[in-house]
């Protein structure tokens, strides 16, 4: 007990709490979720292509079955769930995941709808070329091994990388704190940034982008960034594309036409889109879409049928790529391991940079290698040659001598290496014909192990060498190719395009309701104004509008404040609709004193309710959010009252003192935001505003008399300007003192 006491070791919880965590950080970003730099693989992606190269699943070999792959790999390699590694092979599989596929498949991998691949039993798969160029020079001391989990075999830290994986295909991942999203490119493009970088190490980063141009998604669709939007991007390391489906229209006959999608965003799937398209259609809110067909086989064709042949496909596809996936946003984020394995966001040609330093150490440590080899060659090769020239000597010592390889290296003074390969020789071997081949041999090989020495001496001809890989590469993969080929391409779109209201909602008449008690509905059609409607127990008809769906509906509180609804948001149904204050911040204490349909270029007449009002025009009725826009500033105990359309050259107004006062409409000044000025003075602090029309002159102004209507055009009596008291209504004018 005591021994045990004294490994016992008190230990702050948070302390070791910290340490721990922070162990399995690391090992999630270093061993799992971060790809390395320089070949673009995580741990499961490299050990599944080394375990395939040591089964020897070349491109020209037979497939093998993946539960066979899968089942190495997790003995030997990654000691993690089959699960997890068969999802990881199938990926590099896929042509609509993968840009330049690593695994040749064979079977069910999934397609682009979502569904899921076969289980692994069932499917089989090869290394594809490739995935054998990304391994290419792994047996020649490229690149560092170490030991597998158990210690019972070795694996390689990271791959010789002859092609760019990493930019190529691309990689995904979450970490803990941070995460990776590197999009793909086209080959060709990126040996064309690394051939510039090799000949001018000093670039600037724009001519790198001009060359790689942007991401190359396996699933093509169209890039509508602008090229400084792309250079910024690959200049931080971090930003976003917009990616569009791409699309064409299709003529029919008698003048009809169909909209066909060839492309799909990356990374979406295409039955979950035709859903969303479908759904839309049942919802109505595609009114110029008629229906959605899939018409895919090998290749995508989605069918889209437009309402009729008048519609705008454009206005249609706008409108769809705002409600669907038809377009996305792809979140770059360059985080990847450096190749001193620290995770850390880079630049495009910080990326480029590390992948040349590495191709470097590769073509350094490839040659030595080579060289160690030749250098061991011609030692035997020159004791070949000495023992040819002394054949007699030899056969003589070899037959006669009990230790013959010691007397030999004495005798004609060879290395132990140099014996030994002689006693080895075969007699048919001591031919005349066998010796000239040593020779040829003999001379080859030094006319390589001079053309190695003078690489490893002069660091020019390494990268003369690098860019002759770089070339040789891009040729394999060139665009010329159906796997090389540029799939996505590049269209800037402006940001300005507005879509009409009507492209994207049914448009039909509807009469809109509001109550005293401040519920609001709408009822389809236009109601007429003398139709009995139902309300709530001790609610009534407040205020009603005819509108269309498409319209934008304008509130005016009694606290200064306009609100905008979309007429198409309004509930409607048999119910009693919704109270008003769901759809906007309406204070408890303020009511909606006007209630009217947007019209675009309107000015509008706004004042309270004792004496102040001004002009404003439609861009102030327009709020941005639910707590609406302040226009009118207001004293104590004021309310605003009036918002009236502004129509004609003369404003009349009563108050309940029943006076009425006429003046010209240019008296009043249009403000963007105010208290205004004095419409009409009063005597009496309790005299208030009643009523206010507008109206032209040659007209005169009309009011309600005896259940008629009468028509003043004789305005000399109440004719003055603004801010006069007025004068005594006229004869038979209401006694509420409203004009009607």
């Known amino acids: 007990m005591k021994e045990l006491d004294e490994k016992v070791k008190d230990v702050g919880l948070a302390d070791e709490l910290s340490k721990r965590y922070l162990s399995y950080a690391m090992s999630t970003i270093v061993s799992r979720s971060l790809p390395d730099v320089r070949d673009g693989l995580k741990p499961v992606h490299r050990r599944l292509l080394y375990t395939m190269r040591q089964l020897h699943l070349d491109p020209k070999s037979g497939f093998k079955k993946c539960a066979r792959v899968v089942g190495d790999v997790m003995g030997k390699y990654h000691p993690h769930g089959d699960a997890a590694i068969y999802g990881a092979m199938v990926r590099l599989a896929q042509d609509f995941s993968v840009r330049y596929p690593l695994v040749d498949g064979q079977g069910n991998f999934g397609n682009i709808d979502g569904d899921g691949p076969a289980a692994m039993r069932y499917t089989e798969a090869k290394l594809t070329e490739f995935a054998m160029a990304l391994m290419e020079g792994l047996n020649d001391d490229t690149v560092d091994f170490r030991e597998t989990y158990d210690g019972d075999d070795s694996e390689p830290v990271v791959m010789p990388s002859m092609v760019p994986n990493l930019l190529c295909n691309g990689s995904t991942g979450i970490a803990v704190g941070m995460a990776t999203n590197i999009p793909p490119h ?11 970088i090799i000949e001018k190490p000093d670039c600037e980063i724009e001519p790198l982008v001009r060359k790689i141009k942007g991401p190359d998604f396996p699933t093509g669709g169209i890039i509508i960034d602008s090229f400084d939007t792309i250079l910024n991007n690959y200049k931080q390391g971090r930003g976003s594309f917009k990616i569009r489906a791409k699309w064409e229209k299709e003529e029919l006959s008698h003048g009809q036409y169909q909209i066909v999608i060839t492309e799909i965003p990356y990374q979406v799937q295409k039955a979950k889109l035709i859903e969303r398209i479908a759904s839309l259609l049942l919802e109505k809110k595609v009114p110029l879409l008629s229906d959605v067909r899939d018409e895919s086989t090998l290749d995508v064709r989605i069918v889209l049928e437009p309402r009729n042949r008048a519609v705008d496909a454009n206005f ?291 004042a309270n309710d004792t004496d102040k009002g001004f002009i404003i025009d439609d861009s102030h009725v327009i709020a941005q959010t639910k707590n609406g826009r302040k226009i009118m500033n207001l004293g104590d105990n004021e309310e605003t009252k009036f918002c009236i359309e502004v129509h004609g050259d003369m404003v009349a107004v009563v108050g309940n003192n029943r006076k009425l006062l006429i003046f010209e409409l240019e008296e009043v000044p249009t403000l963007a935001r105010g208290r205004g ?64």
């Open 677 to 740: 000025v004095t419409l009409q003075k009063y005597k009496d602090k309790d005299a208030k505003i009643s009523d206010i029309q507008m109206f032209n002159k040659e007209d005169g102004f009309r009011f309600s008399r005896n259940g008629g209507t009468g028509n003043e055009k004789d305005l000399i009596t109440w004719l003055g300007h603004r801010a006069q008291v007025g004068k005594q209504v006229p004869f038979g004018f209401p006694k509420d003192n409203k004009f009607f």
């Open 186 to 196: 086209n080959l060709s493009e990126v040996c064309d940034a690394l051939l510039h």
């Open 316 to 606: 249609l596809m706008e409108h769809l790529f705002k409600q669907t996936e038809l377009e996305v946003k792809f979140s770059m984020n360059m985080n990847v391991l450096d190749s001193d394995g620290v995770p850390r966001v880079m630049t495009i040609k910080e990326m480029l940079v590390e992948f040349l330093n590495h191709r470097h150490i590769v073509l350094q440590r490839k040659a030595k290698n080579r060289l160690a080899k030749i250098n061991n060659r011609l030692e035997i090769l020159s004791g070949y040659l000495i023992a040819y020239l002394n054949i007699d000597a030899v056969i003589k010592i070899i037959r006669e001598e009990d230790d013959a390889k010691k007397v030999i290296m004495l005798r004609f003074n060879l290395t132990d290496n140099q014996a030994e390969a002689i006693l080895n020789m075969k007699l048919r071997s001591l031919r005349k014909l066998e010796e000239t081949e040593i020779k040829k041999e003999y001379d080859e090989l030094s006319q390589e192990k001079g053309d190695l020495e003078a690489l490893l001496a002069d660091e020019g001809k390494r990268w003369v060498k690098i860019a002759e890989e770089v070339k040789f590469i891009k040729d394999k993969f060139s665009k010329k190719t159906a796997l090389g080929r540029r799939r996505t391409d590049f269209v800037e779109v402006s940001e300005d395009f507005e879509m009409p209201l009507e492209a994207m909602i049914e448009k039909e008449p509807i009469t809109i309701l509001l109550s005293e008690k401040g519920w609001i509905r709408c009822v389809k059609g236009h109601a007429k104004s003398d139709e009995e409607f139902k309300f709530k127990d001790d609610d009534a008809l407040r205020m009603v509008i005819h509108a269309q769906t498409t319209d934008k509906i304008v509130l005016f509180d009694t606290s200064g404040k306009f609100f905008n609804i979309p007429a198409v948001e309004i509930p409607s149904g048999r119910g009693f609709g919704q109270p008003l204050r769901l759809m906007i911040d309406l204070a408890g204490n303020d009511n909606i004193c006007s209630m009217f349909v947007y019209k675009p270029h309107t000015k509008y007449l706004i």
